[in-house]
């Protein structure tokens, strides 16, 4: 059985070189790094990861918290999307992803707790927070690393990424005012959700800006699923004054808001016009093409991920919250015909 020994004399180098190459140190010059992972390959060599664990106290291992059931996050395209971005940099530097998923937040909070104690995992990495939440302050007065994906509740000094969602979503909302709808309906999803707020904050700012008074029958909350944006549309268009256009802040929110507009009998946009946001895959494919905003899901992946290892590894971070651009398509589901904004 090749050894690291093996490795090295062959590489002309040390084995605590050889074993910094495993590590991916960024004191070993790509050069070094190339050269003995040629060789690694070559001669069939792999590190024990266990025994490098026990040795480092490490589990070169981060624990992946999607905030959301198993079944809820993995129908929605964000979270394959996201995680792609993540494993992307992840498996690069070697490290392992432990997914943790629950039915309720106590579970949840639990379970990354658990994680954490344990030892299983060497940093979390939150893919979405909550107002009021009790997870992130006991991360923090354990320093323990985690980055979150996203927003952290004001007050929290925590590392995170996140994309400017006020912003996002009163560019929308302005691009149906601008287009002559007042009576704009919002479709939100559950309140406990940072994401959430802010979108609605973004759909309030927008309604201030053109001095219209926001009407509170128009806004709707739900859950993330087509199944929610099929019931709350089907109540805004059976209401006395139904809405001419409609902002939700999830595209699959507005697929199950397509069904109801179709099934009432009335056309996209002539009739009413629809935005989503995230720009899901199926967002070009179905019939009016859906405008929506565009977030660099995959970009957020990869940024979240390198700064938790950053972080491992004692790197400086700066920015601590990086905010990262997103874009409105336009597409056909306004009645516009240009491209972006």
């Given at each position: 059985?090749?050894?690291?020994?093996?490795?090295?004399?062959?590489?002309?180098?040390s084995?605590?070189?050889?074993?910094?190459?495993?590590?991916?140190?960024?004191?070993?010059?790509?050069?070094?790094?190339?050269r003995?992972?040629?060789?690694?390959?070559?001669?069939?060599?792999?590190?024990?990861?266990?025994?490098?664990?026990?040795?480092?106290?490490?589990s070169?291992?981060?624990?992946?918290?999607?905030s959301?059931?198993?079944?809820?996050?993995?129908?929605?395209?964000?979270?394959?999307?996201?995680?792609?971005?993540?494993?992307?940099?992840?498996?690069?530097?070697?490290?392992?992803l432990?997914?943790?998923?629950?039915e309720?937040?106590?579970?949840?909070?639990?379970?990354?707790?658990?994680?954490?104690?344990?030892?299983?995992?060497?940093?979390?990495l939150?893919?979405?927070?909550?107002?009021?939440?009790?997870?992130?302050?006991?991360?923090?007065?354990?320093?323990?690393?985690?980055?979150?994906?996203?927003?952290?509740?004001?007050?929290?000094?925590?590392?995170?990424?996140?994309n400017?969602?006020?912003?996002?979503?009163?560019?929308?909302?302005?691009?149906?005012?601008?287009?002559?709808?007042?009576?704009?309906?919002?479709?939100?999803?559950?309140?406990?959700?940072?994401l959430?707020?802010?979108?609605?904050?973004?759909y309030?700012?927008?309604?201030?800006e053109?001095?219209?008074?926001?009407?509170p029958?128009?806004?709707?909350?739900?859950?993330?699923?087509?199944?929610?944006?099929y019931?709350?549309?089907?109540e805004?268009?059976?209401?006395?004054?139904?809405?001419?256009?409609?902002?939700?802040?999830?595209?699959?929110?507005?697929?199950?808001?397509?069904?109801?507009?179709?099934e009432?009998?009335?056309?996209?946009?002539?009739?009413?016009?629809v935005?989503?946001?995230?720009?899901?895959?199926?967002?070009?494919?179905i019939?009016?093409?859906?405008?929506?905003?565009?977030?660099?899901i995959?970009?957020?992946?990869?940024?979240?991920?390198?700064?938790?290892?950053?972080?491992?590894?004692?790197?400086?971070?700066?920015?601590?919250?990086?905010?990262?651009?997103?874009?409105?398509?336009?597409?056909?589901?306004?009645?516009?015909?240009k491209?972006s904004?």
């Amino acid at each position: 059985m090749t050894t690291i020994k093996d490795v090295a004399k062959l590489a002309g180098v040390s084995p605590s070189t050889v074993s910094r190459v495993i590590a991916d140190n960024r004191r070993i010059s790509p050069a070094t790094k190339e050269r003995v992972k040629k060789l690694m390959t070559e001669l069939d060599y792999h590190p024990n990861m266990i025994a490098r664990s026990l040795i480092n106290r490490s589990s070169h291992t981060l624990g992946l918290i999607l905030s959301r059931s198993t079944d809820s996050a993995f129908s929605n395209p964000f979270f394959s999307e996201i995680i792609r971005g993540i494993s992307a940099i992840t498996q690069s530097h070697h490290y392992n992803l432990m997914l943790a998923t629950a039915e309720d937040y106590a579970e949840e909070a639990r379970q990354c707790l658990r994680m954490v104690t344990e030892k299983r995992v060497d940093g979390v990495l939150l893919l979405a927070s909550r107002v009021n939440d009790e997870l992130i302050p006991e991360l923090i007065s354990n320093n323990y690393p985690f980055v979150v994906v996203g927003r952290a509740p004001d007050l929290q000094k925590c590392y995170s990424v996140n994309n400017d969602n006020i912003q996002a979503a009163y560019t929308a909302v302005r691009h149906l005012f601008n287009l002559g709808h007042q009576k704009i309906a919002l479709l939100n999803g559950p309140e406990e959700y940072i994401l959430c707020q802010d979108r609605y904050e973004g759909y309030r700012f927008a309604f201030r800006e053109f001095g219209i008074e926001n009407d509170p029958s128009l806004v709707k909350k739900g859950s993330f699923s087509q199944d929610d944006g099929y019931r709350l549309t089907l109540e805004l268009l059976d209401s006395a004054s139904p809405p001419t256009a409609i902002f939700a802040v999830d595209d699959l929110i507005a697929i199950g808001a397509y069904k109801a507009i179709k099934e009432k009998g009335l056309r996209i946009p002539e009739d009413i016009a629809v935005v989503g946001f995230n720009d899901d895959p199926l967002a070009s494919v179905i019939e009016p093409n859906l405008t929506t905003v565009r977030i660099p899901i995959y970009k957020m992946g990869v940024a979240a991920s390198t700064m938790i290892i950053d972080l491992l590894q004692s790197h400086d971070i700066f920015p601590a919250q990086k905010i990262l651009s997103s874009e409105l398509i336009i597409r056909d589901s306004c009645g516009s015909k240009k491209k972006s904004l």
